[in-house]
């Protein structure tokens, strides 16, 4: 028998390390832990696309020219304002 089966022997008697015991446990916790990472960056990238997306439909799609308003009207300005019921 050589150096390397006399050592193996000697391992193979050894106890198991009790830290094996919850190794699955820990590799399943890891295996999750991936799985939620890859569907996040599935995610951004989608909501990336679909804003790259909007954004380039909205640059290609002409608006409607500007127009001012025929007339003058002032924003928040009721009939029922201070000025208009003294008739300034």
Same mark, same amino acid.
């Given at each position: 028998m050589s150096d390397l089966d006399q050592l !193996?022997? #000697?391992v193979r008697a050894l106890p198991a390390d009790p830290r094996l015991e919850a190794m699955e446990e820990v590799v399943m916790a890891g295996a999750a832990v991936r799985r939620e990472r890859a569907v996040a960056r599935r995610s951004l990238a989608l909501a990336g696309m679909v804003a790259i997306? &909007?954004?380039?439909a909205g640059s290609v799609v002409p608006? %409607?020219? %500007? #127009?001012a308003a025929s007339a003058p009207?002032? &924003?928040g300005m009721s009939d029922y304002a201070p000025s208009q019921l !003294?008739? #300034?």
């Open positions: !193996l022997s #000697q997306g &909007i954004g380039w608006g %409607a020219p %500007a #127009q009207v002032v &924003i !003294l008739g #300034q």
